[in-house]
């Protein structure tokens, strides 16, 4: 892409510092001039305090939580508001649902192009509806969502998550080891129990690690570290390219694909995901990705021994980062990425 004299401007939140690995793409493919709107709210002393007071004595628990989307919400709209006119070429906001509507609409006064990603399902966090008009082009990662909404709101397109194509150093591999990281969820821990408890008998070294965002202490299980801290995306990157073996726990919300899919097929790792979903796409290969339903491990014992088949290039580059964006900003040529096979 040649985009040199271009300025575009990414509008995300900061959570695990995605936005540097997207920043980081954006540079690769040619930009120069990269604007970059990923506010993080910094908890003080009178912040703790006041949270305390809410939480523990007025019952409020969402007290904190409210207080950080503010924050986000308004740190957004102040900068979008302090920018000239038609001074930005392209702007991707990542979770619109996130800022005001009377942001997006000043953004639409400052880029030329405006498109939105939610990464989640629509359903999810509904105040997404409110804002998806105000788009020129509208993109949704669960496959289910288009046809839904796709009647009443003619922007909407489908897209997937993405792997990252810029360069990284290499690291040595290690076939044996499993790796998963991700946020602690009730509702998903059994099936990641499940899955480990299986892996278990073949002799695996574990990786995996999730964010704990609770007061309380964290349960015991085996194989599983716990963290107060989440890790930066780009080191989770590491660990994804040391590991043989991929693990990936569906969200019960929705049937978007997560990015440990991509970066599976970006490394050519073997990957084992509880999603069914990955059977619509074209990069779907049996040999390659073992998909567990209704808890079944039948086959799992010839599937780790069985060699990777490989992708053709052309679909392996249909899932990169460079793609995905030429998609979003519509820039030919590009490689719509959907279910459709």
Request: hydrophobic letters at 40%.
């Amino acid at each position: 892409m040649t985009n040199r004299d271009k300025k575009i401007m990414l509008i995300m939140p900061p959570d695990f510092d995605v936005y540097m690995a997207v920043e980081r793409n954006l540079q690769y493919v040619g930009f120069r001039q990269v604007v970059v709107l990923a506010p993080r709210f910094k908890c003080t002393f009178k912040v703790k305090l006041l949270n305390f007071v809410q939480k523990r004595i007025l019952g409020n628990k969402k007290y904190k939580k409210r207080l950080v989307a503010a924050f986000y919400a308004a740190a957004i709209d102040k900068a979008v508001r302090n920018m000239p006119e038609k001074s930005v070429d392209y702007a991707i906001v990542i979770r619109p649902d996130k800022i005001r509507i009377d942001t997006i609409r000043r953004l639409n006064e400052v880029a030329c192009k405006v498109v939105g990603y939610q990464w989640d399902g629509l359903d999810r966090f509904p105040k997404v509806f409110e804002v998806i008009p105000l788009f020129e082009r509208f993109f949704v990662f669960d496959p289910n969502d288009v046809p839904k909404y796709k009647a009443q709101f003619p922007n909407l397109l489908s897209c997937t998550n993405f792997y990252f194509d810029f360069p990284i150093p290499g690291i040595e591999v290690n076939a044996k080891e499993v790796m998963y990281a991700g946020v602690y969820f009730d509702n998903r821990v059994d099936s990641l129990m499940n899955l480990i408890n299986e892996l278990e008998k073949y002799g695996f070294d574990f990786n995996v690690r999730l964010f704990w965002g609770r007061r309380n202490t964290p349960p015991e299980l085996p194989h599983i570290t716990f963290s107060t801290r989440g890790t930066s995306f780009l080191k989770y990157l590491e660990s994804v390219q040391k590991a043989g073996l991929l693990i990936d726990i569906k969200a019960c919300e929705h049937d978007g694909l997560s990015f440990r899919v991509f970066e599976a097929i970006k490394y050519s790792k073997k990957l084992i995901t509880d999603n069914a979903s990955v059977k619509r796409y074209d990069f779907y290969r049996p040999e390659n990705i073992f998909v567990v339903e209704n808890g079944c491990f039948d086959g799992l014992s010839e599937f780790l021994t069985t060699p990777n088949t490989p992708l053709r290039e052309e679909i392996i580059q249909k899932y990169s980062f460079t793609n995905w964006l030429r998609y979003a900003l519509d820039i030919p040529p590009y490689q719509a990425t959907d279910s459709k096979i």
